[in-house]
């Protein structure tokens, strides 16, 4: 038996891509609705307060205001946005520097497909450290390590997010000057 031609792989790729893609920002509005009032810009400045009196002070907001328990909810919730996240980043990375056919894209996509999951084992113990400062764990250190935390994992992700709208452009200028069809 033959191994999948490059056509088939590169068709799998993408509809993985766009599944992926699309199951992602689905679950983004839902959770988005789901975790209302508190928004997802609430807990991200909330995993960068850097210190005990500021995260204090959020938990304190949050709970005259109405949002504690939704912060709560949203940290068990977003472990399924980690591994959501994670796959169609890891995807776009392979699929998008797949189309541009260039064989140092392809090997880059390769690259920080792989890259993307350091970002996540990071965001895995950020939330797990999260949860535990949220339950009454505050210490500085708890939340200067989700701050260092957060700051590595924005960091790749923004690398990889990059990385994609880079290949996007050089697949688009590919396709626009009409030296591949």
């Known amino acids: ?19 992926s893609f699309l199951l992602t920002v689905v679950y983004l509005i839902w959770v988005r609705n789901f975790i209302s009032p508190l928004s997802p810009d609430d807990i991200v400045q909330f995993e960068i307060s850097k210190t005990v009196s500021k995260a204090q ?7 005259i205001s109405g949002k504690y ?6 940290t068990t919730l977003s472990y399924v946005f980690i591994l959501l996240y994670t796959v169609a980043i890891a995807l ?7 189309c541009t056919r260039n064989e140092i894209m392809i090997k880059g996509g390769m690259g920080f497909s792989v890259l993307i999951f350091a970002a996540t084992i990071c965001d895995v113990i950020e939330n797990i450290t999260l949860s535990q400062t949220l339950n009454g764990h505050m210490s500085s250190w708890n939340v200067l390590f989700v701050y260092d935390l957060a700051r590595v994992k924005f960091s ?5 997010l990059l990385f994609i709208l880079a290949c996007f452009l050089y697949w688009g200028v590919d396709r626009l000057t009409g030296e591949r069809k």
């Open 92 to 98: 776009g990375c392979r699929f998008v520097s797949a």
């Open 57 to 63: 002070a959020m938990i304190e907001s949050w709970k």
């Open 1 to 19: 038996m033959e191994p999948p031609s490059w056509s088939v792989r590169f068709n799998r790729l993408r509809q993985l891509f766009w599944l």
């Open 156 to 160: 790749i992700v923004i690398v990889c």
């Open 69 to 74: 328990q939704q912060a709560v909810r949203s």
